[in-house]
């Protein structure tokens, strides 16, 4: 078994946390100031009928990069700057250049279509996010020298679906304003204390800091772009702090989730179960009243 390793100071994943912040922001205002609301490709119509800006999805995976590069050096910090760069540059690509004319929904509706030849968007990113989440298992710091080599590349596999499962599972919660980044928090919170996934941790509270109220307040959405990175970041953090079992354990859960989530809806699971359903709805806008009948 892996042991966990020691992770960095408080300093240091305030830093990761503060610069991923700062540069999530700065990076969501920049893209503003050139882009402005001119361009539809950046624009989206939410739940309620309304447009929202898909900026802060790229904002996101700069900040989540910016993070991680100043929290930690060596293997672990590369291999979480890939994980966020590659999930966040393919969830971008699927964002902007979807049909949405043809959209296939959800891994089954991708891989089906792969699987007739047709390469959609979603597709390529499933495929992109798959490749870089293997390269980020790969960079990852792993057991003692003397394994087999199968062992190492078993490990290897089982690191990459894990992170690669996790930026999915993150942006399947993107449907609702601050649900993706609601989740993200709750499971980097307990991610702080994982040695050196500790900074990838940090880094993805920070970008939950700087895009809460926008989110919120549905002027932005993360999209795929966003939420694909934040949930490669995550599982990242996982792969780096966490001992086999727990890996284990977690890529399991996620797994279930995933395939659940092509025969339920998980809208209408968190409206069903009042705990879920409040915090769902916490510091959100009120959805519109409905008036009654006269009289």
Same mark, same amino acid.
């Given at each position: 078994m892996r042991s966990v390793p020691d992770g960095p100071g408080l300093l240091a994943l305030l830093r990761s946390g503060a610069t991923a912040a700062a540069a999530t922001w700065a990076t969501r205002q920049a893209a503003a100031a050139v882009l402005g609301g001119a361009d539809p490709r950046w624009t989206r119509t939410n739940h309620r009928g309304e447009p929202v800006s898909l900026l802060a999805g790229p904002a996101a995976t700069v900040g989540l990069a910016a993070g991680l590069l100043v929290g930690g050096?060596?293997?672990a910090a590369a291999a979480g700057t890939v994980a966020a760069? +590659?999930?966040? @540059?393919?969830?971008?690509?699927?964002?902007?250049? %979807?049909?949405? $004319?043809?959209?296939?929904? *959800?891994?089954?509706? !991708?891989?089906?279509?792969?699987? !007739?030849? %047709?390469?959609?968007?979603?597709g390529l990113k499933v495929l992109g996010i798959g490749a870089t989440s293997l390269v980020a298992a790969a960079l990852a710091p792993r057991e003692p020298a +003397?394994?087999?080599?199968? $062992?190492?590349?078993?490990?290897?596999? *089982?690191?990459?679906?894990?992170? &690669?499962? #996790? &930026?999915?599972?993150?942006?399947?919660?993107?449907?609702?304003?601050?649900? &993706?980044?609601?989740?993200?928090?709750? =499971? &980097?919170?307990? =991610?702080?204390?994982?040695?050196?996934? @500790?900074? $990838? $941790?940090?880094? #993805?509270?920070?970008?939950?800091? @700087?895009?809460?109220?926008?989110?919120?307040a549905e002027r932005d959405m993360l999209g795929d772009g966003g939420a694909n990175a934040l949930g490669a970041a995550l599982g990242t953090a996982v792969v780096l702090g966490a001992p086999r079992p727990v890996r284990c354990w977690v890529l399991a859960g996620v797994l279930a989730l995933t395939v659940a989530s092509e025969r339920v809806s998980f809208t209408q699971v968190i409206a069903r179960t009042p705990v879920l359903r409040e915090l769902d709805a916490w510091g959100r806008r009120p959805a519109p009243a409905v008036d009654g009948p006269p009289g």
């Amino acid at each position: 078994m892996r042991s966990v390793p020691d992770g960095p100071g408080l300093l240091a994943l305030l830093r990761s946390g503060a610069t991923a912040a700062a540069a999530t922001w700065a990076t969501r205002q920049a893209a503003a100031a050139v882009l402005g609301g001119a361009d539809p490709r950046w624009t989206r119509t939410n739940h309620r009928g309304e447009p929202v800006s898909l900026l802060a999805g790229p904002a996101a995976t700069v900040g989540l990069a910016a993070g991680l590069l100043v929290g930690g050096g060596g293997r672990a910090a590369a291999a979480g700057t890939v994980a966020a760069l +590659g999930a966040g @540059a393919f969830g971008v690509v699927d964002d902007v250049t %979807e049909d949405t $004319a043809r959209r296939r929904k *959800g891994l089954r509706g !991708h891989l089906g279509a792969l699987a !007739h030849g %047709e390469v959609t968007t979603g597709g390529l990113k499933v495929l992109g996010i798959g490749a870089t989440s293997l390269v980020a298992a790969a960079l990852a710091p792993r057991e003692p020298a +003397g394994r087999s080599r199968l $062992a190492t590349g078993v490990e290897v596999l *089982g690191s990459g679906v894990l992170i &690669a499962a #996790c &930026a999915n599972l993150v942006n399947l919660l993107d449907l609702r304003p601050g649900r &993706a980044l609601k989740a993200t928090a709750l =499971a &980097a919170g307990p =991610a702080l204390a994982s040695g050196a996934g @500790a900074p $990838a $941790a940090a880094a #993805c509270l920070g970008v939950v800091v @700087a895009g809460w109220r926008d989110d919120l307040a549905e002027r932005d959405m993360l999209g795929d772009g966003g939420a694909n990175a934040l949930g490669a970041a995550l599982g990242t953090a996982v792969v780096l702090g966490a001992p086999r079992p727990v890996r284990c354990w977690v890529l399991a859960g996620v797994l279930a989730l995933t395939v659940a989530s092509e025969r339920v809806s998980f809208t209408q699971v968190i409206a069903r179960t009042p705990v879920l359903r409040e915090l769902d709805a916490w510091g959100r806008r009120p959805a519109p009243a409905v008036d009654g009948p006269p009289g």
